[in-house]
């Protein structure tokens, strides 16, 4: 669904008439285009890395087992952007017909504090999560990556495929999905083709993106005898797949930011883990790439969905798009 409006001026308070709505649809429409997606994860790192960004770990609650719900709160100073997205999700949704995570972004006026927007957060947040394996790849992989290892086939992995296609035409997508064959019209989309085991999958890989659904217990599967000597393992599943002899024999073992790391680990993941060696963002300038095993765990930072969602405001402020909702 497209929705085109005109977006009203500012009071004289300086506050929006109203709030500005961006559906799923519109907001996957008004994404930068796959180049500028990763450049703008680049910059928002290096903003980070010099103290212009706010980003407090992120504030869980789990009132169920099988299910979280996650605050996620950033300030991005150098484009003056607050936001929080407010995201959940039940390993049980997928019985249920539902996705694994749905949420919102809500984006602040700095000065004031009143919402003036709110965006839905699927797009995004599988978009931003895709930019950020990107750049890994793109500044940390083998120069010359072609074999590409999913585990587990949902929603990111469709956006990883897609996006790293288009940084790579050539790229060979091997999945292994569990056994289960609802993602089988998406492996036809991105022509990836299905493996009969996860060890059969990562073989001879060079990239290898792990995103199952979350769930505690942890039962990692990966063993480091499967693995690419020079292999970039990114698992975006946090500690669901990736187990801690993986990490232990990588040459570098980096996150996206060490703080939530350790607070998450706190919470009981990550059991046995080493801890990281250094932050992506320290990591992206001096580290060779391709010559040894790095294990790269992106953790999913709101600093990410706060730029992201800032970008697309701004093309819906250009052209018009959104929805109105009165206050």
């Known amino acids: 669904m497209r929705l085109w409006v005109r977006l009203r001026g500012m009071r004289d308070n300086g506050l929006l008439d109203e709030l500005v709505y961006i559906p799923g649809g519109l907001a996957q429409e008004l994404l930068p285009s796959p180049d500028e997606q990763v450049a703008l994860v680049e910059r928002t790192f290096a903003a980070a890395s010099s103290g212009r960004v706010q980003l407090p770990p992120k504030i869980p609650i789990h009132p169920r087992r099988e299910t979280f719900i996650h605050a996620m709160p ?43 927007a709110i965006l839905e957060g699927a797009a995004i947040t599988a978009a931003r999560t895709a930019a950020v394996s990107a750049l890994c790849i793109g500044r940390l992989g083998a120069r010359s990556w072609q074999k590409v290892a999913i585990i587990g086939f949902g929603v990111q992995g469709v956006a990883h495929c897609e996006l790293l296609r288009a940084m790579n035409p050539t790229a060979e997508f091997i999945v292994w999905n569990g056994g289960s064959n609802r993602s089988i019209p998406r492996l036809r989309r991105i022509e990836a083709t299905i493996s009969l085991s996860a060890r059969e999958a990562v073989h001879d890989a060079d990239v290898v993106i792990t995103s199952v659904p979350l769930a505690r217990p942890a039962h990692p599967i990966l063993r480091p005898d499967w693995l690419k000597t020079a292999a970039l393992i990114l698992p975006i599943d946090f500690d669901a797949t990736v187990g801690p002899s993986v990490v232990r024999e990588a040459a570098l073992f980096v996150v996206d930011d060490i703080e939530q790391f350790e607070y998450y680990r706190n919470l009981g993941h990550f059991t046995d883990w080493p801890s990281p060696d250094r932050s992506l963002a320290d990591s992206l300038g001096d580290v060779p790439p391709g010559q040894d095993r790095i294990v790269c765990c992106n953790l999913g930072v709101g600093s990410l969905d706060a730029a992201f969602a800032h970008s697309v405001l701004e093309r819906a402020q250009r052209l018009g798009a959104g929805l109105r909702l009165p206050r």
């Not at 950033?74 to 952007?81: K, S």
């Not at 809500?106 to 003036?116: C, F, L, Q, R, Y």
Request: glycine share 12%.
């Open 74 to 116: 950033a300030y991005l100073a150098d484009e003056d952007v607050a936001a929080l997205k407010w995201i959940g999700g039940s390993t049980l949704n997928r019985a249920r017909g539902l996705p694994y995570l749905s949420g919102l972004i809500i984006v602040n006026d700095p000065e004031s504090g009143a919402v003036t």
